[in-house]
């Protein structure tokens, strides 16, 4: 898929490929989309406390929440997410406070 250690700060349309350059930036998040597979994002930083935890929660809950919840318009998407996790360190408890916040949020606004 993509080279090891490469990022970039543009999405990639599908089938593009990345030219490889020694001035890419250090972190940046990648689209890519195969003939007949879903899309797939790769979220990278150089280093930790940049946001992509917190960034791949939120995305993973607007993802999986419904568009509506008991009147509420919370524009989710009602779909699946698959988070490969080689690092075990995947919350679903922290998932569930992400969202549970967000709802509120929404609930507060309408």
Not at 32 to 37: D, I, L
């Amino acid at each position: 898929m993509f080279p090891a250690g490469s990022t970039t700060n543009q999405a990639v349309r599908p089938n593009e490929q990345l030219a490889s350059s020694p001035h890419q930036p250090t972190h940046g998040v990648r689209q890519h989309k195969p003939k007949g597979v879903e899309p797939v994002v790769e979220i990278t930083s150089a280093g930790p406390g940049a946001g992509k935890t917190h960034l791949l929660y939120l995305i993973t809950a607007m993802a999986v929440l419904p568009p509506v919840h008991n009147g509420v318009q919370l524009n989710g998407k009602g779909q699946a997410v698959v988070v490969i996790d080689t690092d075990n360190h995947f919350s679903v408890a922290r998932l569930a406070q992400v969202m549970q916040h967000y709802i509120t949020q929404r609930n507060v606004e309408a």
